[in-house]
């Protein structure tokens, strides 16, 4: 009799498991990670991370950095995005991105390279930035740039569709920019920041400071030049490595001399802590907080140390590829990625 109860009870549980399972499947089919490609997915992924990429709430786009280039005239030991290529989109596949991208909740874009003003002589990168401030009407619209190359006509002509102007300076002494490879024949970086200072302001263009902390500048006092230049922000980083750019045997830059300690950083940022407008960048911030596009218009996940590309967002669009650029959002926030980036908005006295 025992044994009989046993089967029944055994015929239950299978049927309520059956039963289970059924109502599971047609409640929620398209919840569960289904074992199927999907445009942009990279096959060889391990498994575990394609389940957290799919798990991983949709991203916007709010600010993308596009490195429309990598060629540049200067040859800065630690650059991190070198000139492994000389290809350029057309103008027309750029401004198709862009409107992709402005679709999908762009607010900022940031034009990079290389050097983005070595292309058809800053033509491109105006046209680019007339489009989006014009055409898209976005919020924010800069450039980062060595400033080599910018003339003033180039203000003239595009100025007014340029939110922030980000000049690279790494060093206030020329014997340091030159150990650096921030200099092209004889251009004096320093004195033509100043220039690009004063040209920002006779156009309205609000005026930023990049710089790289490394072993050659690491120990400069630089709050009295800062402070005389007066930018908007002060964007400070620190040296960073990634495999196969400046790191690495198929690297085009050896930046390991380059590098110094979160220690030495810290020491940098305290020196200079009395600057208002001082925005420090750890490699732990920077490294997975930026949206970057290269020049196929492919997003680049930096978090294993490398540049590993999803697929352009021209074959398979935006929401595909960036499931795949790594990007902490959360980090993006917590760095102050957000700011008041519209020059409509700053009150500056230009």
Known sequence: QLRGLLSIGRAVLAALRGGL???????????????LPLPGWRDSAP???????????????????????RQCNYKCGFCFHTAKTSFVLPLEEAKRGLAMLKEAGMEKINFSGGEPFLQDRG??????VQFCKQELELPSVSIVSNGSLIRKQWFEKYGEYLDILAISCD?????VNILIGRRQGKKNH????????????EHAVAFKINSVI???????????????????????F????????????????????F?????????????????????????????????????????????????????????VGVEAAIKFSGFDEKMFLRRGGKYVWSKADMKLDW
């Open 190 to 201: 320093v004195e033509n920041l100043h220039k690009l200072r004063q040209w920002c302001r």
């Open 171 to 175: 060093s206030f002494d020329e014997d």
């Open 214 to 236: 490394n072993r050659f500048n690491v120990e400069e006092d630089m709050n009295e030049q800062i402070k005389a230049l007066n930018p908007v922000r002060w964007k400070v």
């Open 238 to 257: 620190q040296c960073l490595l990634i495999e196969g750019e400046n790191s690495g045997e198929d690297a085009l830059r050896e930046a390991e001399k």
């Open 123 to 128: 033509e491109f990168v105006g046209k680019l």
């Open 21 to 35: 399972g059924a109502l599971c499947w047609s409640l929620a089919p398209i919840s569960l990670p289904l074992p």
């Open 47 to 69: 498994r575990p991370e394609r389940e957290q990429e799919w798990d991983e709430a949709p991203v916007t786009p709010t600010s993308v950095n596009y490195h429309f280039t």
């Open 259 to 315: 590098v110094i300690s979160d220690e030495d950083f810290d020491r940098f940022l305290d020196r200079h802590k009395d600057i208002s407008c001082l925005v420090p960048e750890s490699n732990q911030k920077m490294r997975d907080s930026y949206l970057i596009l290269d020049e196929y218009m492919r997003f680049l996940n930096c978090r294993n140390g490398r540049k590993e590309p999803s697929k352009s967002i021209l074959d």
